[in-house]
């Protein structure tokens, strides 16, 4: 039983004076190994507070990602008692640009500015929507069964354009316009200034890992995840992109990696920078 909404729990937990207990039950809870789990900090921006941890490689990272916000599922009762059952809490996590080449077009600030703006998105949304808790759970691409394929898939797609898309629109806003083309060794670095493509390619990219997520899981069933992928993206993206939205995007995505490759700009990085 919950007698308190999701926001006001967080900001309860999420205390500098809460550190220490929250890293004795990721220890007990198997979450990271001891010696990461020391170096998680807490820091706060603009009243938004955060437990984060810096890390040199990306082993609690996506291939190619500098930042992300890790979910974790934690009891929390023995600091709040007004939460009972698993606490969904979000953990910044930021990898250190050690490669020269790669400052050139990674920007640190804008990475974590980005993910900060998910956990905005985040901490309202659970608010609103509690169950989002234990759909993360159940649906989550690394967790989910085929068995609940469709709804893990619509699960996802739907963090993409709820959480995703406006992070992508804040950080053009905020003046960002590069896109990066990682292949075999080689980044191509190029630029855009219409606002719609770069949120279309960059909110493709997001559907191509998603993609890649599921076939790695589920390798027998390439085609048929691309279809589902497709017409959940066709189905939520409509609103935003109008029909036949995965056509859309894909045809961006196309052009942007033709641009990088014919007119960007090429760094040569090793395969353990990515």
Aim: glycine fraction near 4%; hydrophobic fraction near 35%; proline fraction near 1%.
């Amino acid at each position: 039983m919950k007698e308190s909404g999701y926001k006001n729990i967080y900001f309860s937990l999420v205390k500098k004076a809460n550190l220490d207990k929250i890293k004795h039950i990721l220890n007990e809870a198997g979450y990271y190994n001891e010696d990461t789990v020391e170096e998680i900090e807490y820091e706060e921006k603009d009243n938004l507070s955060y437990f984060s941890l810096t890390v040199d490689s990306s082993e609690h990272l996506r291939r190619g990602a500098y930042a992300l916000l890790d979910g974790i599922f934690i009891e929390i009762n023995s600091i709040v008692r007004q939460w009972e059952g698993l606490f969904y809490l979000p953990i910044l996590i930021t990898r250190k640009i050690t490669n020269e080449k790669l400052k050139a077009f990674i920007s640190p600030v804008m990475l974590k500015e980005h993910e900060l703006h998910h956990l905005q998105f985040i901490i309202e949304h659970i608010d609103r929507y509690p169950g989002y808790i234990e759909d993360s759970m159940r649906y989550n691409a690394g967790s989910c069964t085929y068995a609940n394929i469709e709804k893990s898939i619509e699960f996802e797609v739907n963090k993409l354009f709820s959480f995703e898309l406006p992070a992508i629109i804040a950080d053009y806003e905020k003046g960002e316009r590069t896109y990066s083309l990682y292949d075999d060794g080689l980044v191509s670095i190029a630029t855009s200034n219409d606002k719609n493509e770069f949120v279309q390619y960059s909110l493709a990219q997001y559907i191509v890992e998603l993609r890649l997520a599921y076939m790695s899981k589920f390798v027998e069933k390439k085609t048929e995840i691309s279809d589902f992928i497709a017409k959940e993206v066709n189905k939520q993206g409509e609103k935003r992109f109008g029909e036949n939205t995965m056509s859309k995007i894909s045809m961006v995505l196309f052009k942007f990696i033709l641009l990088a490759k014919n007119k960007g700009k090429h760094f040569e990085i090793e395969d353990s920078y990515v």
